[in-house]
């Protein structure tokens, strides 16, 4: 039988060899969960053709989780009042510059249907956009006019491994 000390010791080990496990185990869980939301991930290129859009200015693109109705009687009011919100449910803001090319990643399941909202300063009828399920991969959206006009152009979804 080892003096006091060796048990100390003994026991210390054990502990460490008790955390390291658990820890190992912990970060492998973690990773097998992280491959589903790697698949969410859904890329919306934003192309700004000209330096009229938005009469030269910047603007702000954001984001969200929706549906038809919601999307139909969401207000530029309403969305604009997110850009301050620190409460939304936003899956992204950015701010866009004529001229510029911006790509946005969101994670959302291909089954969601996502508003995309162009807030620009003097919005026309078509200042937003709804992506419907099932979501493809990726999409280039093409920002031209002063009127405004957002044209979708869907790119082919990525091929599984």
Partial sequence: MGTRHDQEFNKGSTMKVAC????????LLAS????????????????????GVNDGRTFYVLVKPSDEA?????????ISKLVQ????????????????SKTIR?????????????LFTEPTADW??????PLERSYSLNVGGNNVEIQ????????SK
């Fill in 20 to 27: 390291t496990a658990l820890t190992s185990l912990f970060l």
């Fill in 152 to 159: 979708l152009t869907k790119k082919s979804k990525s091929k």
């Fill in 128 to 133: 937003k956009l709804l992506l419907t399920p």
């Fill in 32 to 51: 097998c969960g992280g491959g589903t939301k790697a698949n969410n991930v859904r890329s919306l290129s934003f192309n700004v053709e000209r330096a």
């Fill in 70 to 78: 919601s999307f139909m009687s969401d207000s530029y009011e309403e």
């Fill in 85 to 100: 919100s620190k409460e939304s449910d936003l899956l992204a803001m950015a701010l866009i510059w004529p001229e510029w």
């Fill in 106 to 118: 969101i994670d959302v399941p291909e089954d969601q249907a996502v508003g995309v909202y162009c």
